[in-house]
């Protein structure tokens, strides 16, 4: 058993164990403390000194997300040296704030302004005459306004610790310290690889996706466009808390029936082109490994990751899958085959994508995937962004009856759906390489590769090939996986990896939840269990079992990496610079 | 925002030379990153993007973590220094004995700000925290000569020196 | 290295060691066995090397071979002497005379005169030290120095730093061989505890409990840390030992070590101090060189490294774990604490952190004895403190005195009053820590208890003295405008607080302070005071609030008068040309560099005042007393 420590918080007695800070004791006797720059997981420095309380005994006002619960510790969190701190610290920061709240899209949301309201802070007490920085909004996916950022470093922590990508950090000292690249490059021109990680961590509104909400609405509304869109497998299990749903809450038949009364033509189902990605990732797989290919292979689905390994390991290049991703093959498949089958010219077409992603928005840029000589998918949305289009058009989204994606893109196999969390695509491309290799076997879970865990690891054995997998979720996880093939201390032949910690169930486009619900909830399980739910309950679990792939590949590419099939659904990759 | 250095980058291949030798031996140091900053600023006078590239490249870390530790320290300089390098102490003892009368005669006379360097290279100009010659505040430095009691009457004087010998240097 | 072979070289150095120790007649018959006639000193310190002391050393070797006397006399580069204001200095033994301001000029007088024919120069001597009668005072019998005790500086300006045999000659290393091979880790710890030992850094925790702590740390990988990132504007106290005595800091710092069981100990050395960083480096080589570094010291299986790491300029790695964040060669931010270092602190692991001063009084206690140490002093505060002694004051310098020494026995006898005939006003202890002790508490005892009941801090030990003529409110301005600049922005309050604060007194010394702006600075401080991360915001606003007590009224007169009293605070000031006492002489005109003086010749003078930039300079030239400040 571990060792516990008893306190008294308020007088309310607490027994909790060795190592939990202050702020943890207090959720046990209910008391909630406010904080800012203390983000569970991913940032915890002592820095805001909103979460300040007193110690019985103790000169001054200690940080409770950093100070360690001791035994017989008598806590107060609420008296009046605790409150005015609370909110001079608020009126200080609000004073080098940019208060241009109105249109600020993280209004409402915003966890300095949920505060300043509870603290009925005087937002002009302190203020300062400072100019505002400038904005930097020269990358396609992620814009930073300075003026907002209130230096709690969690986006350079997310940066750094989760991702150990480290392309923004803090610069400068005392009152000029701010965040920023080196030699203050914009975002555009560092190696920054898009994940949006930093956009989730930002309590304030100095970090969001570039909008691109306004390009949709203006095609919807040309006569001359006809609008398809299509949502990623883990939009589902996400969107539900735009509107304040229960996070876990699977809504797919109101987000079809919301994204329909958008206006678009058609809604799509993702999970599609996921079971496609599987049927040319596994074959590609199984050639590699029959034909003395390179190994590992790293799979190629998560753009983040891709731009990762690009700039930061370019010489493992060889080793990706040339596999697009599934949103990159859904475009591609729109264009030709659809198109064909419609009697549509692609030009007249606008793909939209919704997924959890702020990289995609960069991925859909990437002119070395144009198959048809123009972007396979014209405007890639976050979730977060459908979320708002719902709002604006008035659709009241929990109302809202099931409606079903529509034809002829409408199945998929629970392999396509478990695509949005992490092993989920290491899974459902081992249900169909074990069926390629030996097609008697009848295995369909792959339960090692499932859960939470940053690295995970598995060996099977197919058709007499012995295949260790590692799955890598978090940027810094695939690191370690890639330092340890580099050093030879690991030998694998298959490897997933996610950008964002857990996979596109967190991703870096997905609803931000308030700080209260984020460091006390597991948003990334109960996220994927709504993915895994469906998987289990899906009639058909594999990808070569669905039909709507086995009519594509009838009626379009033959079979999986035939020509047609490299033309559109493969590509190839670009060594950048650090 | 003005991206990487303004100055073009004169580095040469001895620098680089020596540069690379220094990151060698702080490579496996834990904490190397400030003793190679020292050494890559007395190599180059200072450490603009490609100096700085060159040590996370050398040292296996990010260039924003090199950049916000450059930045964090007073003594790293991202910009070059004038050819003579003037300072003025001000610290407590000469702060109270006039020493921003003596900052800011300099000031006027060179025409630049502390922090800046004269156009034409010649002088740059910072304010500096206790030199330690308290004895003899106010205290000004021109590269390593100490110049104690000063007044901002003495200032023209002492500046005159050094403007001399670069009219000197030009003739020849 | 045994502890025979160290006794062997102490006994062969003794000698020419302590002609510098004994007076006159001992020191003679002394001097004689030596085979030197004569030793001269220098402060080879930073102090006395911008004064040119490099040009006498020169000098005086150069003179001296001339005069063959090369073999007689012995030069000796020593370590800071702590009169400052009267470099370069030079001590003459066995006489002890003290020469001052010596240029190469008067040395070769000297070399002729005193060193060849044995008549002391006596006008180039410190006039304090020629007595009435013409007898010649030795330098402890000067005011500066009598009333001082050195323990932490006993060998500063003795021995010559670069030679570890000098320190060696007076008991150096002698406290490490008794700590290593005759008492426990515990019994070392026990006896700084006695002494009653408090870190000399500013903060006075008692040194022996940090290593107890330290001590009881599980893990198998502890370090010493030794800060030598001396930041206070104004003080100079680590700087002078590390330049003059170096070698004292490194045994202590092993002793250390060997108490908590640690086997590596890094100096955190400020770059700006290229002196003392080269004496360090020279001293930790020695010490290596001669075994008392390394492996197997003293032929125990107790084992000591260190290194040394130069700070970049940030005042914020003065506090311990932004110091050691420093070294692991990250941003120099403080982390919050618990853990405590103790615990938790260099690249993870037990840590102790102790200052130069601090370590300089280590290998006395252990050899002397906690008792002995700890009958000097006072009662919460034990053993001595060096001061750099600045600002409006006749000794500028470093003077060590036994706590509890007042505030003006300080000033008026070891400092030789305000120059000037000006009146003292205050002092100020703590740098942008500390605060101002006001003429009315002149007669405190200094100790950290006192120091810190009148709202000020003992601090490292940088000692201002101000006059008449400094603002109050301009001078908690300076102080703040250097913890704004040396903030390191993690946390708010010290971040954005120090910034609104100094705003708050820039309003107020422009003359566009209301009352109300006095309230929120108390406010802010109070804040920065309670919530600040760390010490460096926690104790910014001490020079504010501590003016703000003593000298209210001051602030007072700058918000509702619109006047600064003491003449500083520009926008508050205008300069005046009295038309009756003006010659029309023009010098003012023509020295005026805004060109804001016009008037005939022989005709009174005007200043446009919208022009006039208050630089002063015209009424620094009138000679005929025309010009007002108002």
């Known amino acids: 058993m571990e060792n516990t420590v008893s306190l008294k918080i308020n007088g309310i007695p607490v027994t909790v164990p060795e190592g939990y800070t202050i702020l943890q004791a207090a959720k046990q006797a209910n008391i909630e403390i406010p904080t800012l720059c203390y983000l569970k997981d991913v940032n915890c420095i002592g820095a805001c000194r909103v979460c300040v309380v007193e110690i019985k005994g103790r000169r001054g006002l200690v940080a409770s997300c950093v100070y360690p619960a001791e035994e017989g510790m008598e806590v107060l969190t609420n008296t009046p040296a605790v409150r005015k701190s609370r909110k001079t610290t608020l009126e200080l920061i609000l004073s080098s704030h940019n208060k241009k709240c109105l249109s600020c899209p993280k209004n409402n949301h915003c966890e300095l302004q949920k505060l300043s309201l509870e603290y009925n802070v005087d937002e002009d007490r302190f203020s300062g005459d400072e100019e505002f920085p400038e904005v930097d909004d020269k990358s396609p996916y992620i814009i930073r306004d300075n003026s907002k950022c209130i230096k709690c470093m969690r986006c350079v922590a997310a940066c750094k610790n989760l991702q150990s990508v480290s392309v923004i950090g803090a610069i400068r000292r005392g009152y000029n310290v701010h965040v920023g690249c080196a030699f203050e490059e914009s975002l555009n021109d560092a190696p920054c690889v898009g994940c949006g990680q930093c956009v989730v961590a930002c309590p304030v509104g100095a970090l969001t996706e570039k909008s691109q909400t306004d390009k949709v609405w203006d095609a919807i509304a040309d006569p001359d466009k006809k609008v398809v869109l299509f949502t990623a497998p883990s939009i589902r299990a996400t969107l539900g808390e735009c509107f304040d749903m229960a996070p876990g809450t699977d809504v797919e038949g109101k987000m079809v029936a919301a994204a329909r009364r958008l206006g678009v033509d058609k809604v799509f189902n993702m999970n599609f082109t996921a079971d496609l990605t599987i049927m040319e990732e596994a074959h590609e797989f199984v050639e590699r490994v029959k034909n003395g290919g390179t190994l590992p292979m790293f799979t190629s689905c998560c753009p983040g990751w891709v731009k990762f390994l690009e700039h930061y390991y370019p010489e493992f290049i060889p080793n990706v899958s040339s596999c697009k991703s599934p949103q990159q093959m859904f475009g591609a498949v729109l264009k030709s085959y659809y198109c064909e089958k419609e009697g549509i010219d692609p030009k007249d077409l606008f793909v939209v994508s919704i997924i959890p992603c702020t990289a995609k928005k960069f991925e859909v840029t990437r002119e070395e995937q144009f198959a048809l000589g123009m972007p396979d998918v014209d405007v890639s949305l976050t979730t977060r962004e459908l979320g708002s289009m719902i709002k604006e058009a008035g659709i009241m989204f929990t109302g809202l009856e099931d409606e079903k994606f529509d034809d002829p893109f409408e199945l998929a196999s629970g392999g396509g759906e478990i695509f949005g969390a992490t092993g989920g695509v290491m899974e459902a491309a081992l249900r169909t390489a074990a069926h390629i290799l030996d097609e008697s076997l009848e295995v369909t879970d792959f339960t090692e590769v499932r859960g939470q865990k940053g690295v995970k690891e598995a060996t099977y054995t197919v058709g007499g090939v012995k295949v260790n997998v590692a799955v890598a979720s978090g940027l810094a996880n695939a690191r370690r996986v890639i330092e340890d093939i580099k050093s030879g201390k690991k030998d694998y032949q298959f490897v997933e990896v996610m950008a964002c910690p857990g996979g596109c169930i967190n991703g870096g486009g997905q609803p931000i939840q308030s700080d209260s619900v984020r460091n006390n909830v597991d948003l990334k399980a109960l996220r994927s269990e709504v993915l895994y739910t469906s998987d289990k309950n899906n009639s058909i679990r594999k990808s070569h079992e669905s039909p709507v792939i086995k009519t594509v590949y009838g009626e379009y590419f033959g079979t999986p990496g035939s020509e047609k099939a490299h033309k559109l659904l493969h590509t190839t990759y670009v060594n950048r610079k650090k | ?172 | 290295m045994t502890i025979e072979q160290l006794n062997e070289i102490r006994e062969s150095k003794r000698e020419l060691v302590m002609v510098r120790k004994l007076i006159k007649e001992e020191g003679e018959k002394l001097a004689e066995k030596t085979g030197y006639r004569k030793q001269v000193l220098i402060c080879g310190g930073t102090g006395c090397t911008s004064s040119g002391s490099h040009k006498v050393v020169d000098t005086l070797e150069a003179s001296l071979k001339k005069h063959g006397l090369e073999d007689e006399i012995l030069v000796v580069k020593t370590g800071c002497f702590g009169l400052c204001a009267l470099g370069p200095i030079m001590i003459v033994y066995p006489e002890g005379c003290f020469y001052s301001q010596m240029t190469p000029e008067h040395v070769e007088r000297i070399v002729e005169e005193h060193l060849r024919d044995g008549n002391v120069v006596k006008e180039y001597l410190y006039q304090e030290t020629v007595h009435s009668d013409g007898s010649i005072l030795s330098l402890n019998e000067t005011n500066f120095y009598k009333k001082q005790m050195r323990v932490a500086l006993r060998n500063c300006g003795v021995i010559d730093p670069e030679q570890i045999e000098e320190y060696i000659a007076v008991d150096g290393y002698q406290a490490l061989a008794k700590a290593v091979t005759q008492m426990t880790g515990d019994e070392v710890i026990d006896e700084v505890l006695k002494s009653g030992l408090r870190g000399r850094g500013g903060g006075g925790f008692p040194t022996g409990k940090k290593w107890a702590f330290a001590k009881a740390a599980e893990g198998d990988i502890k370090y010493v840390c030794c800060n030598a990132d001396e930041g206070d504007p104004g003080a100079f106290m680590d700087r002078s030992i590390l330049e003059g005595d170096p070698h004292c800091v490194i045994e202590a710092m092993a002793i250390a070590g060997y108490s908590i069981g640690a086997q590596k100990g890094y100096v955190y050395v400020r770059a700006e101090y290229p002196i003392a960083v080269k004496r360090l480096q020279i001293a930790v080589d020695q010490a290596k060189e001669y075994g008392l570094l390394g492996e197997h010291i003293f032929g125990t299986d107790f084992s000591f490294d260190i290194e040394i790491r130069l700070g970049a300029g940030a005042f914020v790695c003065g506090e311990e774990t932004a110091l050691m964040t420093s070294i692991e060669g990250h941003r120099g931010e403080p982390r919050p604490r618990p853990p405590f270092p103790a615990v938790k602190g260099l690249f993870g692991k037990p840590t102790i952190l102790n200052n130069v001063e601090t370590n300089a009084n280590i290998a006395q206690i252990i050899l002397k004895g906690s008792e002995w140490y700890s009958s000097i002093g006072t009662e919460g505060s034990k053993g001595t403190k060096v001061f750099a002694l600045g600002g409006k004051i006749t000794n500028v310098g470093l003077v060590e005195i036994p706590m509890g020494t007042t505030l003006r026995e300080i000033v008026e006898e070891i400092g030789g009053g305000i120059p000037n005939g000006k009146k003292f006003k205050a002092a100020q202890t703590g740098g942008p820590s500390g605060g101002c002790i006001p003429a009315e508490h002149i007669d405190t005892p200094i100790d950290y208890d006192s120091l810190i009941a009148l709202g000020s801090m003992m601090g490292s030990g940088g000692l201002i003295i101000l006059d008449e003529d400094t603002c109050m409110v301009d001078i908690s301005k300076f102080y703040l405008d250097f913890t704004v600049d040396e903030s390191c922005g993690k946390c708010t309050p010290c971040r954005i607080g120090t910034r609104r604060l100094i705003q708050l007194l820039e309003k107020i010394t422009s003359g566009k302070g209301e009352l109300e702006d006095l309230e929120k600075i108390e406010e802010l401080a109070m804040h920065m005071k309670s919530s600040s991360l760390c010490a460096l915001g926690q104790s910014a606003p001490n020079p504010v609030l501590s003016t703000m007590r003593y000298f209210k009224d001051e602030y007072l007169a700058h918000i509702n008068d619109k006047k600064c009293p003491a003449g500083v605070c520009k926008s508050l000031l205008h300069y005046e040309i009295d038309a009756d006492k003006c010659k029309g002489c023009t010098l003012c005109a023509r020295n005026c560099p805004a060109n804001a003086i016009t008037g005939k010749v022989r005709e009174a003078h005007v200043i446009d005042q919208t022009k006039c930039i208050k630089c002063g300079v015209c009424m620094q030239n009138c000679k005929f007393g025309a010009i007002e400040k108002k």
């Open chain 2, 1 to 172: 925002m003005e991206k990487k250095s303004v100055h073009a980058f004169n580095g040469t291949a001895e620098q680089e030379e020596q540069l690379k030798a220094v990151i060698r031996e702080h490579h496996d140091q834990p904490g190397g990153l400030m003793p190679v900053l020292q050494g890559a600023q007395e190599i180059y006078g200072y450490l603009p993007y490609e100096v700085q590239s060159m040590i996370a490249e050398g040292l296996g870390i990010s260039l924003s973590e090199v950049y916000g530790v450059a930045t964090f320290y007073s003594q790293f300089s991202l910009t070059p220094k004038g050819e003579n390098r003037i300072s003025v102490c001000l610290g407590t003892a000469c702060y109270v004995k006039g020493a921003d009368k003596i900052l800011e005669a300099i000031e006027q006379k060179l025409g630049i700000k502390s922090g800046e360097c004269t156009e034409d290279g010649m002088f740059s100009l910072d304010s500096t925290r206790c030199v330690g010659a308290c004895g003899l505040a106010p205290v000004m430095m021109v590269n390593d000569e100490v110049y104690g009691r000063m007044t901002p009457e003495k200032v023209d004087e002492v500046l005159a020196k050094y403007m001399n010998n670069d009219k000197a240097g030009e003739a020849q």
